[in-house]
């Protein structure tokens, strides 16, 4: 069974895989948050950063390409050879109206025709492997019928499919019956993403559909730092556990303190993971409540660190 870890913009940049590589756990493949490119440009440049190779040492991530042309794609590209990426992934999820709106992401998926001529275009020109990550349409599953035989068509490394539709956002069901149903119908191997956050998840969704060997985590490893190991066999003691996540936390504020400047953008960038990363303490609500009245960098350390010494299984 291969573990991924999931893109998530300003949560899972390189800090935190680097940090999360080096002192938890390594996953079998880590995917970079969407890199979106329009008319052959970065739409915001400092995306490229996360992917350069001085940043990506314990671990080699997949570059992710948003965007919809293929002068786009070819930028991106270059940029891939550039740090010596052979493998990317096309984002055909993001489910933001901005996005969707412009026949991107999630948006494509309703819109078989110009899904099939953008993939003929790359596929004519790329030299790269190219996985998909996807959602099972734009406003309802049932487009993904029409989505299926166009993802055939091309030699996909796999497809990643988070078995929401572009509308529902994050929020809402996920749909295994769907998944189940469709998931045996791509000649690609697959890999399963979505509200995975404990090992019974991972179970359920091998029992509806046994063929599923690969899996994609984002919130849940978050929210449960500890999952990758337990789903391996590893077994932790508490001050192995408390050891590692100081060393965590220790490497991500050495990071950010050389990537931000002031603490204000150091603090919201914190208060985004420790919305998810609460969970991981018994006491988790209130420590989040705290770091987000927080208005200094010292007072962040102290209650963190103070986190991590009390921490206990629950
Ligand atoms: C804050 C946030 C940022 C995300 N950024 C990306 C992204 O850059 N690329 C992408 O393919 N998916 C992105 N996603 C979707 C996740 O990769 C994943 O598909 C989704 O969160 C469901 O998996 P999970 O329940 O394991 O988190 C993002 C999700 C969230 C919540």
Not at 50 to 58: C, E, M, Q, S, T
Request: aromatic fraction near 12%; proline fraction near 5%.
């Amino acid at each position: 069974m291969q573990i991924y870890l999931a893109p998530l913009q300003g949560l899972t940049d390189w800090i935190f895989r680097e940090s999360f590589n080096e002192h938890i756990g390594q996953f079998d493949k880590t995917f970079a948050p969407f890199i979106r490119t329009q008319n052959s440009e970065f739409y915001r440049p400092s995306q490229c950063n996360d992917i350069l190779p001085l940043h990506n040492i314990h671990q080699r991530p997949v570059p992710q390409f948003l965007g919809n042309d293929k002068s786009s794609f070819l930028r991106f590209e270059d940029l891939c050879h550039e740090h010596q990426y052979s493998e990317v992934n096309i984002n055909l999820g993001c489910p933001f109206s901005r996005v969707m709106d412009k026949s991107m992401g999630a948006g494509l998926l309703s819109q078989p025709e110009k899904l099939a001529n953008l993939l003929d275009e790359i596929f004519s020109v790329t030299k790269l492997n190219i996985s998909i990550k996807c959602r099972l349409g734009k406003n309802n599953v049932s487009e993904f019928e029409d989505i299926i035989p166009i993802l055939n068509q091309y030699p996909l490394v796999e497809v990643i499919i988070h078995p929401r539709v572009g509308t529902q956002m994050y929020k809402g069901d996920v749909d295994y019956e769907a998944f189940a149903k469709y998931a045996p119908l791509i000649n690609h191997p697959i890999c399963y993403n979505g509200d995975i956050s404990n090992i019974f998840e991972i179970q359920k969704i091998k029992a509806l559909s046994p063929i599923i060997q690969r899996f994609m985590i984002g919130r849940g490893i978050l929210k449960q730092p500890f999952l990758l190991s337990e789903i391996r066999n590893e077994v932790l003691t508490s001050s192995q556990k408390m050891n590692m996540l100081r060393n965590f936390h220790l490497s991500i504020i050495e990071k950010c303190k050389q990537k931000y400047s002031g603490d204000l953008h150091l603090l919201n960038r914190f208060v985004e993971m420790w919305e998810y990363h609460n969970e991981a303490y018994e006491d988790g609500r209130k420590i989040y409540k705290n770091i987000k009245k927080c208005n200094s960098f010292a007072k962040y350390e102290g209650i963190v660190f103070k986190a991590i010494n009390e921490f206990s299984e629950h």
